[in-house]
C-alpha cells in the first residue's frame, strides 16, 4: 500500500482555501499516528463521527485538539462528548438539540451547534427539511434554549458526478442560510457557519458561500472500514 503523505494533502488543500474557511480534517477510522501528522502540520480542528471512537482519540491525543462531531448523533451519546466537544455539527431533530442543551447544561458550559438540512435527493440523508426548520425556528423555543448556541447551518449535497445538481444544493443552502440570518439571527454574530462540502465537492461549495468544509479522504486517504 501505498504511503498516505497527509501533511502534503492538508498542505494542498489549504493553499486553495479562502483564509475565512475553516477546514475541518475528518479522521474517523483513522488511527492517531495519521492524525498526529495532520496535527504537527498545524491542524487543530477535526471531526468524527462515533461516539466511542471520537472519545477514545481525545482520550489520547493532544488537548487542544477542537473536535467536532460531524455525523448522526443518537441523543443517548451526547452525554459522553458534553464535557469536551468544541462543535456538534449535524444536529438533525429538536429532541437531540433539547439533549445537547441538557448536557451542557450539567458541564455548565455552552455548545454550538449547526443546524443540519435535509436538501439532497437521498432519502437516507439526515437532517431538517427547510420547511421543518422554518417551522422550528419560527416556534422560538429555540430561545429558551441557554446551553447551545446555533452558529449556523450544515447540508451534505448529493452523492453524484453531476456538479450543477451539487452546485444548485449548496447555493438552495446559502440562500436558506440568508433567509434564516436575516429572520432570526441578524444582530448575533455567532450565527455565521455555513458548513457544506466534502473531499469531493469543497472546491464547489467554496464557490457556494461555504465558510467550513469538512475533508477525510483528500487528507488521510480512504477509508479502511
Ligand atoms: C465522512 C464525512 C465527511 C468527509 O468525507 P470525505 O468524502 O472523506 O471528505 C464529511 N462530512 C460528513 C458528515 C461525514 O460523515
Known amino acids: 500500500m501505498t504511503k498516505v503523505d497527509v501533511q502534503a494533502n492538508l498542505q494542498a488543500i489549504k493553499d486553495t482555501l479562502p483564509e475565512h474557511v475553516t477546514l475541518v480534517a475528518v479522521s474517523k477510522y483513522h488511527p492517531n499516528e495519521q492524525l498526529l501528522a495532520a496535527y504537527e502540520a498545524g491542524q487543530r480542528v477535526f471531526g468524527e463521527s462515533h461516539e466511542q471512537e471520537l472519545s477514545k482519540k481525545h482520550d489520547t491525543l493532544p488537548a487542544d485538539i477542537q473536535w467536532h462531531f460531524i455525523g448522526h448523533l443518537q441523543t443517548n451519546k451526547v452525554k459522553y462528548i458534553a464535557p469536551y466537544i468544541t462543535m456538534i455539527d449535524a444536529v438533525d431533530s429538536v429532541k437531540l438539540l433539547k439533549e445537547i442543551n441538557k448536557q451542557a447544561l450539567k458541564n455548565n458550559r455552552v455548545i454550538d451547534v449547526l ?111
Open 115 to 225: 443546524l443540519e438540512l435535509h436538501i439532497a435527493q437521498e432519502a437516507t440523508k439526515y437532517g431538517f427539511t427547510l420547511e421543518a426548520c422554518r417551522e422550528y425556528l419560527a416556534s422560538g423555543e429555540w430561545r429558551e434554549l441557554n446551553n447551545v448556541r446555533i452558529c449556523g447551518l450544515m447540508m451534505m449535497a448529493s452523492n453524484t458526478d453531476d456538479e450543477q445538481q451539487i452546485a444548485r444544493e449548496f447555493s438552495e443552502a446559502a440562500t436558506f442560510f440568508d433567509e434564516v440570518k436575516t429572520t432570526y439571527f441578524a444582530d448575533d454574530d455567532a450565527f455565521c457557519q455555513r458548513s457544506w462540502g466534502m473531499s469531493d465537492d469543497y472546491p464547489i461549495a467554496v464557490k457556494c458561500q461555504s465558510t467550513m468544509v469538512r475533508v477525510g479522504t483528500a487528507i488521510f486517504g480512504p477509508r479502511v472500514y
